[in-house]
Structures are given as C-alpha cells and as structure tokens.
C-alpha cells in the first residue's frame, strides 16, 4: 500500500504504531480504494463518497489530443526501437542506452506532465495505450517508409529473445497462432511441451559449468510439467502498452518511464490492462533481470511497480484467474534457479542424484531473486489467490520441486587435518535464500491454515512435503547413517513438514498421527535436524575450528532472531514430534551417539573414546544434556498460546540486557504473517511489554555517552518468569547466557533472596498438548535413567571431563521426570519382567519415580587396563545368593547405547519390510565395532551400591563441604509434604536443587520418602580417598592450578584498579599548578614560596624557570560563542515556515561591530581600537585540563607523536596532541611564568598610601617602557604560544585597523583576548558571580599565566603620554589641549569609551607582577567614569520633563557635604553641562513613547545605575580573584552590586546596611568631580556640534545581554523534515541531498554539496567558519542527527529527537514520530557555551573540507 503525504497528513493516526517511508519513486496513492485498505483508514477528502454526478468533459476538448497522442506514443517507441542494439557478446550497452534515455527525457516529462492532469487526460491516455487498432495501423511496420521498415526489423531482433525457450525450439513445439482477440497469456498451444522445447534458457546461452547433464535433465522434466505454452513462448504485442512496457524492461526499468507508467494507475481501466501487460511479460522481466549488471537498482524498480499491482486483492485474483499468474510465477522461479544447480554432495557423494543451488552463483549472492519472490509472496496474503495455489495439486508439486532445490545446500565438511585456505562467505546467500524463497512464502500459506475448513489443504502440503522428502532420501541414497564431519543447515522440506504439522494440530485440531508416516520414515526424518544440533555443539565446542570464522557465523546465524522461527524452532519441533513416536531408548542412544559421548557414560574413572578428543568431551556431554532438557522442556509449538509464546520470547531477551524498543522488536522472532497479532507494534505487543518490564528513561552520563530509552525486567518476572532454557536456545552468543545469569544474581542480592553463587531455576512448564504427550516417555525410559545415574556416580566421584553445567542439566532432567510423571504409581515394585531385555539388571520398570529408590550393587565396566579399577580384588560374590535386599541385586551387565540403538533400528525395519537385509547397509565402518575389539580394554566389576537418591542425598553433603548436611524437612514439619509451590525452593544453588528434587520424590511416593530418611539415618560415612591414578593426579592439578591462577589474576586485577582509582581521585584534586598553589598560604608564613610543577611526560617536580620552563598543557580555540548573545530572554526559533526568519541585527557581535565602525567614522583609528574590546566573533578562548610538563619535554614528546605510525584522531604538524596524563585534546603550552608568589602576601596588608600617590605611582610604572626581555627559553615560549594564539582564529577576526598590519591591532587583539576569556569565564557561571566560591573553572583556570604572556607583549607598546587615557581621567586638562587637535580627527571622547577595556589596558600596560593597591586604585579611577557614563545614559534615555525634575532636585543638593557622592546632584550636573551642546536637541519620538509611561522615581534610577555598573563590577572581580587569589563571595541577586564593590574596596570603610544604600557612595574622587566631569562632558558638546544625529547613537547603553543559546526547536520533528527535505538551497537554489541546518543561527545550508563550494571549501565547513569561528552545529535533515565541524575536524554528536520510547532514529530508517528531547538538547548547548566538544566527544575524524 502506498499514501502520498497529504493523504496520510489528513488522517487519524492518533495511537497508532506507524513507520514512514519515503518513496522516491512515485506511484499511485492507494486512499480511497477499498481493496487495497479499510475504509475507516481514508483521509477525510477521500471518506466523502464523490458523488456520481461528476460533469463529463466536452467532447471537443480532447479532439486534439486524441488525434496528436497515437503518434506521439509512436514517435517515442520509435526512438527506443531505434536506439536498441543487442549486446555484442554480452558487452554491456548501457552507455548507449543512457544516450537514448536523456534524449527522450523531454518526451517522457510530456507524457508525465500529462498525466498530472487529471482523470480526462488519464482515459484519453489509456485509450490510446490499449487501442489495438491504432497499433496496428502504425506500427506494423508495412507502407513505404524504409526507417519505419528497419525499426520494425529492430524490434523483431529485440523480441526473439523474449521467450523462455529458443525461438527454433517454438517451431519444433507447433504452437498455433494465438487468437487475436484472447488475453495475451491464454492458453493456446499443444499442452505438453515436446522435449526440446526445455533445453535453452535464453537467447544468450549461459554455460552450465560442468553440470550440465544435471541441469538438463531437471530441466527437460520441469519443461514438459508446464502447461502454459505463452511462457514459453516470444512475446507477441498487440497495443502501445504492451510494447512500451516491453522498450522499459530491455532498457532496465528507466525511473522517468516507471514513474509515467505508475501515474496513470488511478485509471482503472488503465490498471487492468497495465498488470495483465506486466504478467505477460513476467518471464521476460526475469530474464532481463538476471542478465543484468544494475541487479540492485531494477529490482527496486520491479518492486515498485510489482507492489501497487498485486496488493490489490480484488486485481490479484483477477489475474490469476484469467492470466494464470501462478503458473507463471513459479515457472518463472523454477527456471530461475535453474540456471545455478549443481550435484548434492550430501551422503553419498558419487551416487547422489540431487541437485542443490550453488550459493556462490550472482544470482543468490546478489539476491536477484528477490523482487520475483517478494511477489509471490505478496500475492500468496490474499486468501483467495492462496486457496487457488493449495487446491491445484500440480502446482503444489512444482514448488515442492523448487523448495527441494535448497534441502541440503552450502554443504559443510569439516576440515581436520589442515586449516581452510579460503573462507566462503556464501553461507549469508543461503540463509537468505532459504528464509526468503522458502520461508516467507510458507509463512503466508500457513496464515490460510488457521480453521477446520482448511484442513483438507493442510493434508495436500503435507503429503506432497513427504513425497517430496522421500524422492529426496532416494536420491541422496540415504538408509540409516548420516556421513560423519559434514553438515547443512538448510532443510527446508522438513521444515515445511515441521510448520504444517504443527498448524494442522495446533488450529486444525486435526489428528497428528493420520499425518504421520511410518517408523522407518521418522527415523530418516530425525536423522538431519538432530545433525545440525549435534554440529552446532560440536561448533561452540571448537571442534570445526579449522573451518575458518564462518561456520561459527553459520551457527549464530541459524538461531538469530530473524532466522530462528523458520529454522531451529521447527527443527526442534520436527525431533519432539519423532521423540514422542520413536522408542524413546531408540531415540536417547542416537542423541548420545550423535553427540559422540557415548563412551564416556562409563562408571569407570578412564575410558578410550575413539571418536572426540579428550578436550571436547566436556562440552559436548553439556551439549548433548542441554539439547535433551530443551527438547524435554520446550513448549513453542506444543501447546503455547501465541500470547504465552510472546510473553516468553519477550523475558527471555530483556533477561540477557535492557533492551530499547526497536531492538526487542527486531529480537522477537516475529511471526511473519499480519494477522497473527504477535505483529510487531500490534496492540497485544506494547502491553505485553508493559506487563514485563519497566521504562529506564534515557539517561546523560557526565562523560557524555548518551543512552536510550530501555526496557528492564520488573521484579516479579525474574522472580517467577526466568526461564534459562528459553534464554539458551535464543543466544546467538553464549556470554548472553552468562549476562543472563549475571543480571539474575544480582536481582537475587539486591532482593535478599539468596545471598551466593544461584543456579539457573527451574521454570514450571506449560501442559503439554495431548497429541504430544508421548514425548515425555523420554523421561520415563531405562536408558535416560541408567545415563542419569552414571553421571551423578561420576560426579559424585571426581571424574574427570564432567562440570556444574552437567550436574546442573543432570538434576533438570531428573526434576523434569519428577514433575511429569505417571499420575499413579504402586507402592510395590511392578512385577513386569521378562519383556524387558538387556536392562533388567539395572532399573526394574520404566517409571523415574520407582527407579529413582533402586539399588545398583555391581556394575561390570570395560576399562583400559591402566585403570585404577582393574587392580582391585573383586568382590567374593559376584552372583546373586549373597543379596536377598528388597532390590533387585545382582550383577548389572555391560550397557551399550550403540548395540541397543543398532537392535531397535533393525526390529523396526524387519517390521515394515521384509526385505531387511537389502534394508541395513552392512557396516565397515570401525568406529562402533563389538566390545572387546580395542585389546586394551578389559573388564571389570564395580561395587557400586548407590540408587539415584543415596546419590543425591551424597552429593547434597559434597555440595555443602559437610557431613550430613542433608535432613528431610518433613520430620520437622510435615506442610512441606503438602503438593503446593515452596517459594523457599525457588531460588538458590546446587544444594537448593537436590533439596528441591529429594521433597518432590518424597511427595511422589512413600517408599521413596522412608528410604530418604533411611539413608540419611545411616550416619554417612566421609567417601572413601580414591587412589587417584598418576594421569588423573595430573588433570587435577593442571585443574587446581588453572584455579590458582584464575584466582591469583583476579586478585591483581582487583589491587590495580583500586591503585587506579586512588591515583584518579588525587590527580582529578591536584592543585593546578597556576597561581592558586599560593592560596594556602597565609600572611603570616613570612617566607616566600615559589610555585613548583609536576611534569607529566618526567615526572619530575620542580619550579618553572627562564632556562627550563615549565607549561600548562592548554586548548586553543577560536569562539564566536560571545556574539552570540541576544538582548531578548526569549530564545530565537528555528525557522519551519516561509514567514519566519532570523536576523542577526540583534547579536552582541553585530551591535559591537557597528559601533566600532561608527566610531572609526569620526574619530581617529587607534584612539578608536582602545575604546572597544573584540572577540566577540572569533574571539580566542583557553582552556587547560591543569597538567603541566616541562616545555622541552613536550617537544621531545611532539617529535615522537610525529613518527608514531598510528592513525590518530588529530593532526600532529597542527600541534595538537592530547595530554599524557589524562588524554584530553590540547594544541598548545602555556608557559608558566618564573617567580614567587610575592603579590599574593602583599595584597593583605591595607595599604596606607593616599590616592593621589597611588595614581601617580601608576602612571609612573606606566611611563616606564617594557624592556624587550632577554633571548630566554622563557621569552620564546612565550613569543611562541602568542603566535599560536593568534594563528588560532582567522585574519578578520583580528584586522580592525584602517591601517593594515598596525601595530593598534595588535594592541587591541591582546587585552581583548583577556577579555573574551573574562566574559566567557562569567557566561560559565551563569551570567552572574552570585553563587560565588572559587571560579567553576576552578583549578583548571589558566588566566593567571596567560596575563603574563599578554602582559609581555603589550609592555612592547608604548601609549604617547599625550594620548595616554589616565591623565584625561586623572587630572584636570589645560583648554588649549583640547583645542589642539581640532585639524585633525579628535580622539574618542572618554565618555564614549568601553570601560572595561580600559581596565585591561592599564592593568596589562603595567610591570608585572602588579601590587594589589595600584590595581584598586585604578579600579577607583575607572569606577568614576563608568559611573558618569551610566548618568549620561540615564539623562538621555530620560524625557524633557525628567532632565528638569533632575536638574532642580540635583542643584538644591549641591551644597551638602555629601554632594560629590550623591547621583542627584551629580546627575543634575551631567545634565547642566551637556545642555550647553545640541545633545538633547534631537528628541526621537520613539525614545519618548518607550519611556513616558515609565515615571523615574530614586528608586529605579539607582537599580538603572547598578545594573549599568554591574557587568563592570562581575568581570573586575574574576580579575582580582585570579590575579590575587581570594574566593569569590557568595549572595543573593539583589544585593550583588554591594557585595562585588565590598569585595572590590570601592565601598567606604564605615559601611553600614541599615540606611538605604546608593550606588554613588562607592565614587571616590581623584580630582574635584565636577570640574572633571564639565571636562569631560565638554568633549561630547564638541562632537554634538559637528554631528548632532550621532551623539546618541555612540552613547554606551545598559548592557541587557542574554546568556548564548541555541535556537529553539520545535517539538515534533516531522515538522523540520517538511519544511527543510524539499527546500531550495539559496545559493543553488536546488534542492540538496542531503540538506543541514546551522542550529547557531538557522542558515540552510547543504552538507557535501559540490554546487556550493568555494575555493574548495564545502558549504557546512565554510559556514561554521562564517558562523562559530570554526565551530558548527549542524542538524542533518535527512537523518535527524546532529553533526559537530570544529576546526579541521568533525563527529557525529547524536540525535536530539527521540521517538516515544525515547530511541534515536538515525538515518530516519525507522520511520517513527520523533520528539525533542530537551535534556539531550540542553546537554547539546551546555558543551557549546563550554567549549568542550573536543573532550567530550571521543569520535573525531578529518573532514578534508568535504563536508
């Protein structure tokens, strides 16, 4: 079914589970059409029945296009005759048929222009199409027109090879001409097809390497078997339709062509025609398809068309009544598969008549079949077509036939001597060929066989499945031993067998044993499945090592998820089925056979097994018992409902791991077949889900990795529902199982339920299904027992090759007897001898419960003569007089598994034929001959005097490490004897187990209760010491040892990881080597310290001096984070339609830039780059992880990264390494400046200098010129790392000058680069230092080493004292000075001035290290100014009235003391003084109607005034703390402004809180305040003259900025994906492939496009250069996944939209709802503004641009 977009937008979808995919095809929308979809799912437009008055078209509008429309088709068709040439000895032509395609594109756009025309067009078209008058008239090829003449003959050239058969074959058949007026594939013609009509395949003839007779022959027979002689034959066209489908198939499906054929489906007419048409050449189709070299591509075409056909059941059944689609489509398949067929080398490799598909063939490599099969298959859900092809009994047998083709395919044989040269990966081909061609469409019968009606269909499959297995024994010459060493997972005829069977019994209620075959039949039957299971043991037990990786890829393949339902399940159940029919002793001595163990069930400590080494015993033994308990205890097909099935499936994969949605959807075998309700995404599915397990939402660890949404078992269903047998069969990997158990255990320690080491529990089973209840004779039968005993004997007995897992599968089966045995049991021993033979001496009847209390008192065993057995006396009497024991004593005979098997087989076949002796091959092989053949062997007779339950009783105490450590709990308390769950027994170890079997033997029978209590009154003796012979001394201590070292590994493991830890914990606190190293360091320690590093790469510790500095290991990045800043709280959004846009008027970068141009407009340059700071766009930030290393350490370190030949995540001639320590990326050394931590003392003491000296000293110390400093190692890191950092962001960034190349750039770019890093350090804590402490940062701060780096630099330039801005704003000027200047551009006058650039100005124009009183002095002088900046602001932001409200409350305070520190009275003054210039002339209106409404009173002018200062404030306090130590304090946000300024010294000493307090109270005067403040306002009168618009512009604002953020998404993705997948690229104006979005600032941009390179810069790379300074955020629209560019490099980040089970949905493959999820986002932007992607995101790799 297939919905355009709109339809599917406008309908109801609420609560249901849908994917999307997104065709690229085109195509007909199916809403609206009831036979493709119910109409409860029509969209609202096509729910509105259409009424039947639809106004016809006028006749005359489409006179023209009917007249014009024949030729035209014709036209076309010509060209594509002409343009055809058949390949010259099969060189692909492709480039010709590329010619001729682009050159009728325009003619194909017509044609599908037209049919967006609407309906009238659409019938006009079809008309047209299937007219065959109008074919015939023109294209016949007769008339005069010799070019019409030569196309004809092309066109009959191209048609010779359409048939499946050679043309000169047609003429040996007699076929009659086809009646014109009949559907083109009637059938006409003789109905057997001669002989020869089957020997070709094409007009291309295909070499049958080798094999082929055997091709032949098979194909001489499939010919004659097919009816349909139009198959056979070359094609014949009748109308357009016809042929210009036949030009689309021979120039391989063109996409144009196929979306014109497809849009014209809506006609129905059209449609009719159309799929008969596709029929008729569906032969063809398949032969072009093979020829192929674009397989791929075409069979994604033929799907397309295929699917829209053949989903309509209504056109399907239609089809396959009047063109016999069936026959057609398995006779296309048949002689598909043909032409790869080669000899079976299963069984009897010379004689073998069977042949398989190889899987090495293109054919089944490349899945060319596929688009055949996924027909067939879509076809066989419609019920109708289905009953048609299992009524028709012929076609029954030919798909037999071609199943029959994949029994016994991608034979194994097990290499043993040397290693496989070349490993095959074809084993992949098969399993997809048979779940595909085989599978999938027996899924689809069965979905039919679900009611009674259908029982006589059921009966047909399974008898045609048995035909078709008994041809296949035959021809494989199989009797009654599979080969060794080889095996074939690919049964396919009896998993059909298996699948019927079972629906048959399980819906049907049909009686099994009618469908069943005779003995000797099941017996062949259980031969090959119980093979594969026997291999795969032997696979996992290494056995097949030499066979190369693959076959344990075949073994994991066979029970994955997706193969399992159609592979081991029926394999399994196809056993259970003969288990229950067969002798069950027959059928336990062929599994131990198989499994090769059969020696090794010995009670002797030794034994010679002559077909496994000694090293695999083990394993398979557990093999072998671990198939008989899933055999015993597996209930999928034996009577669980689908529910219960589903529930099960679905703990047992949430028990191996949490699971997220999607993957446990893929991990449940689904059921393929729609209607089954297991679908998954059915509704039975999600409550199932939320019945067993509870949602983990995602989760963000600190590290980065960020999880999905999981699902988690709930309490009760580890509890009750664990079931380690299901979780066995559906591990692909074993290390599940231990997961599984794993995850078990610590459910059992956190709930307090058991506190040691459990054992898997065991699970109740459901009932078993009467018509299986012969199975459980397993149980109950003398050979499992006597195997069962053996085993805990050894056990009991140390010997060797024998492990917990055995007695764990041991005690499983035992308990498995004890909970399905025979309701009622006698008391007394049943006296049933005689028809027993060769067992009576062991066990007396077949009943567990009663054998259990047997006695076995002498075993005669054959042993090698070196056993410890042979040297012991034997017993006095070995016959029975001495005994008179209630048992049955005597001597046990020797027991062989292979002779009884051997008996039983040939009982069975004596009984159905009579003709046995022909029947049993005789046999040479050595491998099972007569006991006593092997001279070394010899016998011996065992005292054994054990039952099963002294036996268990034994082991409990060996369990427990004590004597007598087992007591019957119902001596105590006889309620334990009452048959009810014991919860106490439900989990728990080994001894648990036997504790739990011994009370259910008790409770099944008295006899058995008194003879537990016997046995445990016998007060045990300890077991006697065995001699241990030297071989077994030596496996015990090779054991022991093994163990030891296990132990003593695990012991060192554990010492390491807590050195590990510990060493972590102190490097994560090491103090970082800056400056802070001082902070403990009080005033009253007098001496003086120096700072000392630790060098990671030497180790060795030491102080940084000029010869052999040490450096901070640090990450330079360019940042346009800044800029990014917007004066609105609300975040920007990103654009989803037309109307919204983003500007980028709003940034901090853009409103910085434009005053600085502004300013360079009117005033001079280099006054005018130290009036602003830069580094908003493009700013450089530095980063330390706080390891240091010696400078000439890292070179040498450097050096050897460069010759070290791994490939690395970064580039090494960049500089950038990773730190040795702790591995985060760097690309530089900040070099750490020598000395003591002198200013750190002397910043304590208050200093008792007046201010007039202290601004003197500065500018003294700035007079002083900074010396260029001595050729030191010091001096050139630090000219070094200065290049870095300036090399770190581009050339734009850093050139503002008007001047290029001046040195005021240079000056400018340096104290902004401290203040790009102050800003960043105060956006990090959150905009605010309120919640104070040491800086986040923290230790790993490295500020204080970079101002010495700046500082050393900038002390190179020297400020003109003229022009230096500290006299202007300490000292009162002369008037001429001002004057001076007037020629040429003045400089900016000091109120238009960025204060805090200032600040960094002075601070790093001065000798280092700075004493802390300058630096409050200079914070004192600066405050001043920025405090009449914030009242010049406040006068104009004022209305009219304002300024004379002001101006007269400020002029009445003017005489008070405390003038000079009150804001009225200096705002009345500012206000005075600039009323003389035209500054307030220019009222703006708009200014006027922001404010008016807002009347001013005291209060909100000083929170105006404190908010203005306070960014000052925030940033001079991070200074001060990183330059002189000392926490930053904490408070509350109101009250921040005091105490940053307490914190800072400005607040008078005899600062008391309880008077309100004012701002102005801070100001500390160098100068009489207003004289300087006349001085200074009189520069802005000056200006205003000149240029009154301007004043106000530059006048500095209150900083209102926003914290950076990313632009908010919208919740539901799909509304991204509709706006942006169809966009035009705005420089292309294309739509891109793959199109990306900069979630900075909304840029769309397309990713990889070569239309929008650049000088060889892709678009995304070029962006984030534009955009983030070398960072970019992207989201890939495409694939909903975020991508990260940085720098040089980029990774992939993640998804941000989860879908509701909170999963990513990368690539969209899923096709499900996403949503936002805001945590992911916020994590997204925090890593942003922290600049730590780089560390955080570990997969980087190189970009080339490309991107």
């Not at 942003?1728 to 790799?1741: A, E, L, Q, V």
Request: hydrophobic share 35%; net charge negative; proline share 5%.
């Amino acid at each position: 079914m297939s919905l355009c977009a709109e339809c599917f937008h406008q309908g109801e979808h609420a609560g249901h589970d849908y994917n999307m995919f997104r065709s690229q095809a085109g195509g007909a929308c199916d809403c609206g059409d009831g036979n493709v979809m119910r109409e409860a799912g029509f969209c609202k437009r096509h729910r509105i029945k259409s009424s039947s008055e639809v106004p016809s078209v006028p006749r005359d509008l489409l006179i023209m296009s009917e007249l014009v429309l024949p030729q035209f088709i014709f036209c076309l068709i010509q060209y594509l005759r002409e343009g055809y040439n058949e390949p010259v000895l099969d060189l692909p032509s492709e480039k010709d048929l590329q010619k001729v395609l682009q050159l009728l594109e325009p003619h194909i756009s017509f044609l599908e222009d037209l049919t967006k025309m609407g309906g009238a067009m659409r019938s006009v078209l079809t008309q047209v199409l299937t007219n065959q008058q109008f074919y015939k008239d023109l294209s016949s090829g007769g008339g005069e027109n010799a070019c019409a003449k030569k196309s004809h003959e092309k066109y009959l050239v191209a048609l010779k090879g359409s048939g499946l058969t050679f043309p000169e074959d047609k003429l040996a058949c007699g076929v009659q001409e086809q009646a014109a007026g009949a559907s083109t594939s009637a059938i006409q013609g003789c109905a057997g097809a001669t002989p020869a009509s089957g020997q070709g395949d094409s007009s291309d003839e295909e070499d049958q390497d080798g094999s082929q007779g055997v091709g032949k022959r098979k194909r001489v027979k499939l010919s004659s078997t097919t009816k349909d002689q139009s198959i056979m034959d070359v094609l014949k066209h009748k109308c357009f339709l016809e042929e210009l489908l036949f030009w689309t198939i021979k120039y391989e499906f063109p996409q144009k062509m196929v979306t014109f054929l497809l849009n014209m489906l809506p006609d129905q007419d059209y449609k009719i025609a159309f799929t008969k048409t596709f029929v008729q050449h569906y032969a063809f189709i398949m032969k072009t398809l093979k020829k192929s070299h674009e397989s791929d591509t075409m069979s994604n075409r033929i799907v397309h068309i295929s699917v829209q056909l053949f989903s309509n059941e209504e056109l399907a059944r239609q089809v396959t009544e009047e063109c016999q689609l069936l026959d057609i489509m398995v006779t296309v398949l048949l002689y598909m598969m043909e032409s790869c067929l080669i000899k079976s080398e299963l069984q009897d490799e010379e004689n073998s008549l069977h042949v398989v598909v190889n899987c090495g063939e293109a054919l089944l490599k490349n899945n060319t079949y596929w688009p055949l099969v996924s027909d067939f298959i879509n076809i066989l859900s419609h019920q109708s077509v289905a009953k048609k092809f299992l009524e028709d009994h012929r076609l029954l047998v030919m798909w037999m036939n071609f199943v029959s083709f994949f029994q016994g395919m991608n034979l194994n044989k097990r290499e043993l001597n040397e290693h496989v040269e070349f490993e095959s990966q074809t084993y992949y081909a098969a399993f997809a060929a048979e779940l595909e061609a085989c599978a999938q469409p027996m899924w689809g019968l069965l979905s039919h066989c679900k009611v009674r009606e259908m029982q006589e269909y059921t009966r047909n499959v399974v008898r045609y499945c048995l035909e078709a297995l008994q041809d296949w024994f035959d021809a494989i010459n199989f009797v009654d031993e599979p080969t060794p060493n080889q095996v074939t997972f690919h049964l396919p005829l009896h998993r059909y067998y298996a699948m019927f069977l079972s629906k048959a019994v399980k819906c049907q209620e049909v009686d099994l044993d009618s469908l069943l075959p005779d003995q000797e039949m099941l017996m062949k039957l259980m031969v090959h499945p119980l093979q594969i299971q026997a291999s795969l043991s032997e696979i996992h037990s290494n056995m097949w090592v030499r066979n190369g990786l693959q076959i344990k890829g075949q073994a994991m393949t066979y029970v994955q998820s997706h193969f399992c339902n159609s592979m081991i399940d029926p394999d399994i159940y196809l056993l259970q089925v003969c288990a229950s029919r067969l002798d069950p002793d027959y059928f336990i001595s062929s599994v131990f056979e198989r499994f090769k163990v059969v020696d090794l069930l010995t009670m002797a400590s030794q034994h010679q097994n002559t077909v496994l080494d000694a090293e695999h015993e083990r394993s398979m033994l557990e093999g072998a018992l671990t198939f008989l308990v899933i055999l015993l205890s597996l209930r999928l097909h034996l009577g669980m409902t689908d529910d219960e099935i589903l529930r099960a499936e679905m703990v047992a994969q949430l028990c191996m791991n949490d699971r997220t949605h999607s993957s446990l959807l893929d991990l449940i075998p689904e059921n393929p077949n729609p209607k089954s309700g297991i679908v998954p995404g059915s509704l039975s599915f999600e409550s199932m889900l939320s019945a067993v397990a509870d949602f983990k939402a995602p989760v963000f660890e600190p590290g980065g990795s960020m999880q999905q949404g999981m699902y988690t078992p709930k309490a009760e269903v580890w509890d009750k529902e664990f079931d380690p047998v299901m979780v066995i069969l559906r591990t692909v990997y074993r290390r599940d199982v231990q997961s599984a158990m794993d995850r078990y255990t610590a459910f059992l320690k956190q709930s307090g339920k058991f506190h040691g080491n459990p054992w898997p529990p065991y699970k109740k089973r459901t009932h078993l299904h009467p018509s299986y209840k012969g199975l459980l004779r397993l149980l109950h039968c003398k050979t499992l027992h006597i195997v069962l005993f053996t085993l805990l004997y050894k056990i009991l007995m140390d010997h060797q090759n024998l492990s917990e897992h055995v007695l764990c599968m041991v005690l499983y089966l035992i308990e498995l007897g004890l909970e399905n045995s025979s309701e009622q049991e006698p008391d007394e021993e049943d006296s049933a001898g005689g028809q027993e033979r060769c067992h009576d001496s062991w066990f007396p009847g077949n009943n567990l419960v009663s054998n259990m209390r047997h006695f076995i008192n002498y075993v005669r065993v054959r042993v090698p003569e070196t056993a410890p057995e042979v040297k012991k006396e034997p017993p006095a009497s070995t016959s029975a007089d001495g005994f008179t024991s209630s048992q049955n004593s005597g001597t046990a005979q020797v027991f062989s598994l292979v002779a009884e098997r051997r008996k039983k087989f040939q009982e069975i076949i004596n009984r159905n034929t009579s003709e046995a002796s022909q029947a049993v091959r005789p046999k040479t092989s050595m491998k099972w001959s007569a006991p006593g053949a092997t001279p070394q062997l010899t016998t011996a007779i065992l005292e054994v005097k054990e039952s099963i339950l002294s036996l268990l009783v034994k082991l409990h105490h060996k369990l427990s490490g004590k004597q007598n450590s087992y007591y019957p709990p119902w001596l105590d308390d006889m309620e334990t004897l009452i048959p009810q769950e014991n919860p106490k027994y439900f989990h728990g170890d080994g001894m648990t187990a036997v504790e739990r079997i011994l009370l259910k033997a008790a409770l099944q029978s008295r006899l058995n209760k008194r003879i537990v209590e016997e046995i445990c009154r016998k007060v045990t003796p300890p077991v006697p010491p065995k001699k241990i012979s030297p071989t077994e001394k030596k496996t015990l201590d090779k054991e022991e040892r093994r163990q030891k070292a296990r132990e003593r590994q695990q012991k060192l493991l554990a010492e390491f990881a807590s050195r590990q830890k510990s060493f972590m914990e102190t490097a994560m606190d090491v103090e970082s080597p800056d400056a802070d190293i001082a902070m403990e360091i009080t005033a009253s320690e007098q001496h003086v310290s120096e700072a000392m590093y630790d060098c990671v790469i030497c180790g060795q510790s030491g102080p940084s001096t000029e010869d052999r500095p040490a450096g901070l290991v640090v990450l330079l990045q360019a940042s346009s984070v800044l800029g990014q800043c917007r004066n609105s709280t609300e975040p920007k959004k990103l654009p989803t339609s037309e109307k919204e846009q983003i500007y980028a008027r709003d940034t901090c970068a853009a409103v910085y830039e434009e005053r600085l141009a502004t300013l360079q407009k009117f005033f001079k340059d280099s006054s005018c780059l130290q009036s602003v700071s830069i580094g908003w766009e493009g700013g450089v930030y530095v980063q330390t992880c706080g390891h240091t290393l010696h400078i000439d350490c890292h070179k040498s370190y450097m050096e050897s990264l460069r010759n070290d030949q791994v490939l690395q995540g970064f580039s090494v001639e960049k500089g950038e390494f990773t730190c040795p320590l702790c591995r985060q990326f760097a690309n530089s050394v900040l070099p750490c400046y020598p000395g003591n931590n002198v200013e750190r003392s002397l910043w304590q003491c208050r200093s008792n200098k007046s201010m007039q000296d202290l601004i003197k000293e500065v500018e003294e110390l700035q007079e002083q010129l900074g010396t260029f400093p001595s050729e030191t190692n010091l001096s050139k890191e630090m000219e070094s790392v200065m290049k870095d950092i300036k090399s770190t962001t581009q050339k734009k960034y850093t050139d503002y000058s008007k001047t290029p190349g001046s040195p005021d750039n240079d000056f400018l770019f340096m104290y902004s680069v401290a203040r790009t890093n102050l800003e960043l350090e105060l956006v990090h804590q959150g905009g605010n230092l309120c919640q104070g402490g040491a800086s986040t940062a923290g230790k790993r701060s490295c500020l204080h080493q970079l101002f010495h780096v700046l500082a050393m630099h900038m002390r190179l330039y020297s400020i003109d004292s003229a022009y230096n801005p500290w006299k202007k704003l300490t000292q009162l000027m002369e008037d001429k000075n001002l004057q001076m200047c007037g020629e040429e551009q003045p400089e900016v006058p000091v109120l238009y001035r960025d204060v805090l650039s200032l600040l960094l100005i002075q601070i790093l124009t001065m000798p280092q290290p700075l004493h802390k009183e300058h630096f409050a002095c200079i914070i004192k002088v600066l405050f001043t100014l920025l405090y009449i900046q914030a009242l010049v602001a406040l006068s104009v932001k004022g209305s009219t009235d304002d300024r004379t409200t002001w101006m007269n409350s400020g002029a009445l305070k003017k005489n008070m003391s405390n003038a000079k520190t009150s804001h009225e009275v200096l705002l009345s003054h500012v206000i005075s003084e600039l009323s003389k210039g035209k500054i307030y002339d220019q009222e703006d209106t708009e200014d006027l109607s922001m404010d008016s409404n807002t009347a001013w009173c005291p209060h909100s002018t000083e929170t105006y005034l404190q908010q203005f200062c306070l960014p000052f404030l925030r940033i001079t306090s991070l200074l001060q703390h990183h330059l002189f130590g000392g926490e930053l304090p904490s408070c509350q946000e109101d009250e921040e402004f005091t105490v940053l300024a307490n914190c800072l010294g400005l607040l008078p000493s005899p600062f008391q809180s309880s008077h309100p307090f004012s701002s102005a109270s801070c100001l500390d005067w160098p100068v009489p305040a207003f004289d300087i403040i006349s001085q200074w306002c009189s520069e802005l009168v000056s200006f205003a003259d000149k240029h009154p618009t301007q004043v106000k512009i530059l006048f500095l604002q209150e900083s209102k900025w926003d914290l950076p953020r990313l632009l908010q998404l919208p919740e539901n993705y799909n509304t991204i994906f509709q706006y942006y997948h169809r966009k035009s690229c705005s420089v292309c104006t294309k739509v891109p492939k793959d199109p990306a979005v900069c979630l900075v600032c909304g840029t769309f941009v397309c990713l990889k496009g070569l239309c929008c390179k650049q000088q060889s810069y892709c678009e995304c790379v070029l962006h984030s250069q534009n955009c983030g300074a070398g960072t970019g955020i992207f989201l890939l629209i495409n694939a909903s996944v975020i991508i990260i560019i940085r720098g040089h490099r980029f990774c992939l980040w993640g998804s941000v939209y989860l879908d509701a089970h909170g999963e990513e949905d990368r690539d969209l493959r899923r096709g499900k709802p996403l949503y936002i999820c805001k945590e992911r986002y916020n994590v997204l932007e925090q890593q942003w503004i922290s600049h730590t992607f780089d560390h955080i995101n570990k997969r980087w790799g190189p970009h080339y641009n490309g991107l």
